[in-house]
């Protein structure tokens, strides 16, 4: 396997805690990466359409890097504010080598958003 899709979603029955915009995604059974790997965000759904600012996605699993004046895991920075978003994949290195438990946070300048719903996130997976 050189590359596969992951389809996740903020519902869970197994973290009760789940929001929207704070998830946690485990994942049965586990997958694990031999090698280096690398990750895009290609697909987001949003319950409700958003103001039309920046929304940082973050993501326990990927390489850190310097966001304004610390480093955060920001696996992609959306500026639109619809439901539905398709994007260009911009991939980023994979720090884990077994994906269980995926963590999410979607937030904008204010700190995680205040949405409610289901969120539902897919993600491009490629070995290097």
Known sequence: MSSFYL????????????????????????IKLPGRWKCALVELFLPEKTTLKPKYITANFIQSSVVG?????????????????????????????????LQFEIADNSGVLKITGETHIRLHFEAC
């Open 7 to 30: 389809n996740l979603t903020s519902k869970s029955s197994l973290y009760k805690s789940n929001t929207a915009s704070s998830f946690i995604a485990h994942i049965q059974p586990e």
């Open 69 to 101: 004046e610390s480093r955060h895991k920001l696996l992609r920075i959306v500026y639109e504010g619809k439901r539905h978003i398709t994007l260009l994949p911009e991939y980023l290195e994979v720090t884990d080598k077994v994906l269980d438990s």
